[in-house]
């Protein structure tokens, strides 16, 4: 079975800085693979090499991404463009910059299913209320004619939710879709996310630092620090016998509902002092195999 997603030894740096230090890991055909880190790791780069969306400044510099076994790499810009939206979809960490202000609603919807499944104003128009239905969003017809400021942040990531799974992508990758939203809210779009990848077959890249949020919904995970892999494997095996000391950390200081809260210890500041270091200085030395 081909992978949805292949990155072997990727590096991208932003002019002179390394953001990613040679990750690599798969995502399944409907697989959800959970991506954690503290800020900073390079979670967001990874997601935007994926997409082909990093920053100006910032270049991909070793490495390979696959897309159900294409090269995106190696693609032609126009090609890349097509598949995004349509097989590789993002939902966003900030809904409210995602959204364009000065369109409404439907426009938005109707403009991403007009172009990549080329439907009439009409049909896309129905499309986007049946979407806006999946995402039990009530009234969908009349949220089709508000803006975005005219909604909820939590209604604002639902319509970006049924914009992501509109073109039932193979993949989707959530880019800490929850961390603006609260707990309540949180909980109604992980569950979504869980529902609307299942319906659609989308396998789902997921991005966050809540250890929590990944035992609930990731099949497996990938612990990403200063743009290095540091861990990955099954969800179940890496969080009940975690190999790296940072894994370890990082479950120490996530809150769980059989631990009380006083037990919860902070990632020892030492011990990422120590990666980063470790980071910084296997920059300096050549890779292996290197001229
Ligand atoms: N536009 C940019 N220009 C320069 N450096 C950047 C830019 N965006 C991110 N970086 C740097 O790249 C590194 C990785 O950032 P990234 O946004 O991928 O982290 P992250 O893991 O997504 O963190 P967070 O959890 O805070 O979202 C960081 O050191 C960050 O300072
Ligand atoms: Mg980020």
Same mark, same amino acid.
């Given at each position: ?156 990531? =639902?319509?970006?939710? !049924?914009?992501?799974? &509109?073109?039932?992508? $193979?993949?989707?990758? #959530? +880019?800490? %879709?929850?961390? *603006? /939203? ?58 009940? =016998?975690?190999?790296? !000391?940072?894994?370890? &950390?990082?479950?120490? $200081?996530?809150?769980? #509902? +059989?631990? %009380?809260?006083? *037990? /919860? ?27």
């Amino acid at each position: 079975m081909t992978a949805t997603l292949t990155i072997e030894g990727l590096k991208v740096a932003i002019g002179a800085a390394n953001v990613l230090r040679g990750v690599s890991l798969e995502v399944q055909p409907g697989e959800v693979r959970g991506l954690v880190g503290e800020s900073g790791a390079g979670k967001s780069m990874l997601g935007r090499a994926v997409l082909g969306l990093l920053p100006a400044n910032a270049s991909v510099t070793a490495g390979r991404i696959a897309f159900e076994g294409r090269d995106l790499l190696a693609m032609q810009e126009a090609e890349r463009r097509n598949l995004l939206g349509r097989r590789i979809a993002l939902i966003p960490q900030d809904p409210m910059t995602s959204l364009n202000p000065v369109k409404r609603i439907g426009g938005q919807i109707g403009n991403l299913l007009r172009h990549h499944l080329g439907l009439s104003k009409r049909a896309a128009l129905m499309r986007a209320t049946d979407l806006l239905n999946e995402v039990a969003i009530r009234e969908p017809k009349r949220v089709l004619s508000l803006y975005p400021h005219e909604i909820s942040g939590g209604m604002r990531q =639902r319509v970006l939710i !049924a914009m992501a799974f &509109a073109c039932d992508p $193979a993949l989707v990758i #959530a +880019d800490e %879709p929850t961390t *603006a /939203l609260d707990v309540t809210v949180q909980r109604q779009v992980l569950q979504l996310v869980e529902r609307l990848r299942l319906r659609h077959g989308s396998a789902v890249l997921f991005v966050t630092h809540d250890l929590g949020v990944v035992a609930k919904i990731c099949r497996s995970m990938t612990v990403l620090h200063a743009g290095r892999v540091l861990e990955e494997g099954e969800t179940a095996n890496v969080l009940v =016998r975690p190999r790296h !000391a940072y894994t370890r &950390a990082l479950l120490a $200081a996530t809150p769980r #509902a +059989d631990r %009380p809260a006083e *037990a /919860l210890r902070p990632v020892p500041p030492d011990l990422t002092d120590q990666l980063w270091s470790e980071a910084h200085r296997l920059d300096q030395v050549p890779a292996a195999g290197a001229a």
